[in-house]
């Protein structure tokens, strides 16, 4: 079996929980390797709703193996939370699920910050961060001044938390914040520590040697590529990886051992919190897909801006990660609409652009270059099959498969397991 590194190829939100659940049966493993509870993946199964935030969406099926990789930042508090939420919902975690005792720890001071740095940013330098100390617990990985799982179930881990605390409360006294009380921090992470211990382990060479052994792998990402810290539209971005490079420095598997990655993309675009988004609709167009899709954040639940699709962004993606097919979903929101527009490129200060520019001002200028699509105006949520969509659905697929240069190998039209096709072995044009 295959190792498989899958990723969101915007700007996350593009229903990477569902394709995970899909792909799961095939794989031994699924690990989480970056972000934090910043991400949520929505897993619908049967009359069930699953939200997992820091759990791998793996856990939703029986007798999967499931890691939070090293570099994933945990605010174990959450976790526990998230974990007896499973445990109370009848899945089972004992043997199954592994944590990294290399990742970094997020704690309450992380939040405060994030949250103060956030409410302290002049107008058009906010990034829209969830508040959850995400960004500030990366910079003290940077730092070298975090704290890891390793040490929160360490016998000092008192001495190491005052020293952080005290540390923090000075910052958030000049900040103009409200200082943290350590006691009350330690209980509840010593609470939460209890709770983890088992789970706490050397997962690098959990997963090397489950590699040698031939069982495969899928590495869920979180967040979307277009808000990867080095590639996406920076500052307004997450502090991790999300591209597929990633996967290996958040796991402690080697390049090599990759052998696909999977890049989910939705029919349309939407972006949640700051930043640029050069297709974003402020029209009736936008609030249908808002509406239909029902695109609300998992995490946050803050409406979702949206807008068409960008091929732009999904070839700059396809090429960052070495993307070899998409999965595409969200298809069923377009059924209602008479007129559906591609962007092919970004004009510019009189120039048309096919990449992304660096230059964050650049793109803020940028106008979308549209090719117009007519719709099918058919319903497509209960098409089992690619042959029985509508003929303007399949051409609009065929259409993003020659405009971004990666075939589709799997569709959903829906968010249920069942709304989902495997197109890997079809022929498109048939």
Same mark, same amino acid.
């Given at each position: 079996?295959?190792n498989t590194v899958l990723i969101g190829a915007q700007w996350g939100d593009e229903g990477k929980g569902k394709?995970?659940?899909?792909?799961?049966?095939?794989? !031994?493993?699924?690990?989480?390797?970056?972000?934090?509870?910043?991400?949520?993946?929505?897993?619908?199964?049967?009359?069930?709703?699953?939200?997992?935030?820091?759990?791998?969406?793996?856990?939703?099926?029986?007798?999967?193996?499931?890691?939070?990789?090293?570099?994933?930042?945990? !605010?174990?508090?959450?976790?526990?939370?998230?974990?007896?939420?499973?445990?109370?919902?009848?899945?089972?975690?004992? !043997?199954?699920?592994?944590?990294?005792?290399?990742?970094?720890?997020?704690?309450?001071?992380?939040?405060?910050?994030?949250?103060?740095?956030?409410?302290?940013?002049?107008?058009?330098?906010?990034?829209?961060?969830?508040?959850?100390?995400?960004?500030?617990?990366?910079?003290?990985?940077?730092?070298?001044?975090?704290?890891?799982?390793?040490?929160?179930?360490?016998?000092?881990?008192?001495?190491?938390?005052?020293?952080?605390?005290?540390?923090?409360?000075?910052? =958030?006294?000049? &900040?103009?914040?409200?200082?943290? !009380?350590?006691?009350?921090?330690?209980?509840?992470?010593?609470?939460?520590? +209890?709770?983890?211990?088992?789970?706490?382990?050397?997962?690098?060479?959990?997963? @090397?040697?489950?590699?040698?052994d031939g069982d495969s792998v899928l590495f869920e990402g979180a967040q979307g590529t277009m808000l990867d810290?080095?590639?996406?539209?920076?500052?307004?971005?997450?502090?991790? @990886?999300?591209?597929?490079?990633? $996967?290996?420095?958040?796991?402690?598997?080697? *390049?090599?051992?990759?052998?696909?990655?999977?890049?989910?993309?939705?029919?349309?675009?939407?972006?949640?919190?700051?930043?640029?988004?050069?297709?974003?609709?402020?029209?009736?167009?936008?609030?249908?897909?808002?509406?239909?899709?029902? /695109?609300?954040?998992?995490?946050?639940?803050?409406?979702?801006?949206?807008?068409?699709? %960008?091929?732009?962004?999904?070839?700059?993606? $396809?090429?960052?990660?070495?993307?070899?097919?998409?999965?595409?979903?969200? &298809?069923?929101?377009? %059924?209602?609409? +008479?007129?559906?527009?591609?962007?092919?490129?970004?004009?510019?200060?009189?120039?048309?652009? /096919?990449?992304?520019?660096?230059?964050?001002?650049?793109?803020?200028?940028?106008?979308?270059?549209?090719? %117009?699509?007519?719709?099918? &105006?058919? *319903?497509?949520?209960?098409?089992?099959?690619?042959?029985? &969509?509508?003929?303007?659905?399949?051409?609009?697929?065929?259409?993003?498969? +020659?405009?971004?240069?990666?075939?589709?190998?799997? =569709?959903?039209?829906?968010?249920?397991?069942?709304?989902?096709?495997?197109?890997?072995?079809?022929?498109?044009?048939?």
């Open positions: 079996m295959s394709i995970i659940d899909v792909l799961t049966r095939d794989v !031994d493993w699924i690990v989480r390797y970056q972000g934090g509870n910043n991400a949520g993946h929505t897993v619908e199964i049967g009359d069930q709703k699953y939200v997992l935030h820091l759990v791998p969406s793996g856990i939703l099926t029986e007798g999967k193996k499931c890691v939070i990789g090293n570099g994933v930042v945990i !605010d174990p508090v959450a976790l526990v939370n998230e974990l007896k939420e499973v445990v109370d919902r009848g899945i089972s975690i004992k !043997d199954r699920f592994f944590i990294s005792d290399r990742a970094h720890v997020v704690l309450p001071y992380h939040g405060a910050i994030d949250s103060t740095r956030e409410q302290d940013s002049k107008a058009g330098e906010k990034i829209g961060t969830t508040k959850r100390g995400i960004g500030p617990g990366y910079g003290d990985k940077a730092a070298r001044i975090g704290l890891r799982m390793i040490d929160l179930i360490d016998p000092e881990f008192p001495a190491f938390l005052r020293s952080r605390v005290d540390r923090n409360n000075r910052i =958030l006294s000049a &900040l103009g914040a409200d200082e943290l !009380d350590y006691n009350g921090i330690l209980s509840s992470y010593q609470s939460a520590a +209890e709770y983890l211990a088992p789970f706490i382990t050397d997962t690098i060479t959990l997963l @090397n040697a489950a590699i040698h810290i080095d590639y996406g539209t920076y500052p307004f971005v997450t502090s991790s @990886n999300a591209s597929a490079g990633g $996967a290996c420095t958040g796991s402690g598997v080697a *390049p090599h051992r990759i052998n696909q990655v999977v890049g989910v993309i939705k029919a349309y675009t939407t972006r949640v919190g700051e930043g640029p988004f050069p297709t974003e609709l402020f029209d009736e167009d936008g609030q249908k897909l808002r509406d239909v899709g029902h /695109e609300y954040g998992a995490t946050t639940g803050r409406p979702r801006r949206c807008g068409w699709f %960008d091929a732009v962004v999904a070839k700059y993606s $396809a090429m960052i990660s070495g993307i070899n097919f998409w999965a595409l979903t969200k &298809l069923d929101v377009l %059924d209602g609409f +008479e007129t559906i527009r591609i962007c092919t490129g970004y004009k510019c200060d009189g120039k048309v652009l /096919e990449t992304v520019p660096a230059n964050i001002r650049a793109l803020e200028k940028c106008e979308p270059v549209y090719e %117009d699509f007519k719709g099918w &105006l058919e *319903p497509t949520t209960d098409v089992a099959e690619f042959s029985k &969509l509508p003929k303007q659905a399949k051409a609009y697929v065929r259409r993003l498969t +020659e405009i971004t240069g990666v075939p589709v190998g799997i =569709l959903s039209v829906g968010p249920n397991r069942a709304s989902t096709m495997d197109l890997r072995d079809i022929d498109l044009e048939d």
